[in-house]
């Protein structure tokens, strides 16, 4: 079966750090971008971050920049999400998905929206005293 699984939410206190996984299972993330995505209750679903395929290229949203760092280790199949300095405002499901593979030449870029080819489930994120 092809999978994505986030893991790593929790409940945390402002100030804190958190980091989450996104691991592949049944196919490899080599060659796909990845996104992190996020749902706060009542809100739309936004863009956070992305990786290049290569991991050499990043981009990030501007409510997070500085404080999130997006990374991959494609030898574990796996993506993170580092996130530090939380606030109250970064409660939400947070999802990764695996955008659509690019050609060699593009493989240092990544995009945060499009559509993607596959999705997690989510991990719910709580920031909170």
């Known amino acids: 079966q092809l999978q994505l699984v986030e893991s790593g939410g929790g409940l945390v206190q402002p100030g804190g750090s958190l980091r989450l996984s996104c691991a592949a299972s049944?196919?490899?993330?080599?060659?796909?971008?990845i996104n992190w995505f996020r749902q706060a209750p009542g809100k739309e679903r936004e863009g956070v971050s992305c990786?290049?395929?290569?991991?050499?290229?990043?981009n990030y949203a501007n409510s997070v920049k500085g404080r999130f760092t997006i990374s991959r280790d494609n030898a574990k199949n796996t993506a993170y999400l580092q996130m530090d300095s939380l606030n109250v405002e970064d409660t939400a499901v947070y999802y990764c998905?695996?955008?659509?593979?690019?050609?060699?030449?593009?493989?240092?870029?990544?995009?945060?929206?499009?559509?993607?080819?596959?999705w997690g489930k989510g991990t719910l994120v709580t920031v909170s005293v």
């Open positions: 998905a695996a955008a659509p593979p690019l050609p060699r030449a593009l493989q240092h870029l990544c995009v945060m929206s499009g559509g993607m080819h596959y």
């Open positions: 049944g196919f490899t993330l080599d060659n796909y971008p």
């Open positions: 990786i290049s395929s290569s991991g050499v290229g990043t």
